[in-house]
T-cell receptor, first 114, second 118 residues
Framework: GAGVSQTPSNKVTEKGKYVELRCDPI?????LYWYRQSLGQGPEFLIY????????DSGLPNDRFFAVRPEGSVSTLKIQRTERGDSAVYLC????????????FGNGTRLTVT | AQSVAQPEDQVNVAEGNPLTVKCTYS??????LFWYVQYPNRGLQFLLK??????LVKGSYGFEAEFNKSQTSFHLKKPSALVSDSALYFC????????????????FGQGTILTVHP
């Protein structure tokens, strides 16, 4: 079946602009996660959803970052007033609800802020 | 707070030799542990997990990992390395007993680059 899909695969934007990154999880997966990965680093947790609600948003770096999942499926990560330091690969993952279930990752969106 | 350490940035082995990629963790209770592999310009792929039971778990592509509670370690192993195993490997931990709704959060290590030479 289809895996986790992230669009766009690449996004170049100017400093100060607003961007939206989209994630389509695996059908039937109730949990959805956003991570950020900088070059040479491990994935850094941002937020995760159980259904429509954000169960843990402790990883969002500041109030410029926001994520939604209005219908419990597709999620959008929104970044306002982008800064050069936001440049990274943004990874989305989904899983079944159980805490022993592995995460299934998409290929990521590479965000470059110029 | 939960954390993971991968003490080696790089591991180099010759093809056909056994390989080990090290991982240690810190959680307040009994951990759920995972290994993932990442190939260039690709997302992370799940290799194996330890939840409970036998300390030696087997996963994809001939990989296995051994859970050692006293040493808080979960090292990844393979008896005979292949050139195609060359990739970036991540260990991750989840504390299923974390307070509130944080039980689903998966924390990753910094990664280890594995290079297998022909």
């Amino acid at each position: 079946g289809a895996g986790v899909s992230q669009t766009p695969s690449n996004k170049v934007t100017e400093k100060g602009k607003y961007v939206e990154l989209r994630c389509d999880p695996i059908s039937g997966h109730t949990a959805l996660y956003w991570y950020r990965q900088s070059l040479g680093q491990g994935p850094e947790f941002l937020i995760y959803f159980q259904g429509t609600g954000a169960a843990d948003d402790s990883g969002l770096p500041n109030d410029r970052f926001f994520a939604v999942r209005p219908e419990g499926s597709v999620s959008t990560l929104k970044i306002q007033r982008t800064e050069r330091g936001d440049s990274a690969v943004y990874l989305c993952a989904s899983s079944l609800k159980n805490s022993n279930s592995p995460l299934h990752f998409g290929n990521g969106t590479r965000l470059t802020v110029t | 707070a939960q954390s993971v350490a991968q003490p080696e940035d790089q591991v180099n082995v010759a093809e056909g030799n056994p390989l080990t990629v090290k991982c240690t963790y810190s959680v307040s209770g009994n951990p759920y542990l995972f290994w993932y592999v990442q190939y260039p310009n690709r997302g992370l792929q799940f290799l194996l997990k330890y939840i409970t039971g036998d300390n030696l778990v087997k996963g994809s592509y001939g990989f296995e990992a051994e859970f050692n509670k006293s040493q808080t370690s979960f090292h990844l192993k393979k008896p005979s390395a292949l050139v195609s195993d060359s990739a970036l490997y991540f260990c991750a931990v989840r504390d299923p007993y974390a307070g509130g709704t944080s039980y689903g959060k998966l924390t990753f290590g910094q990664g280890t680059i594995l290079t297998v030479h022909p």
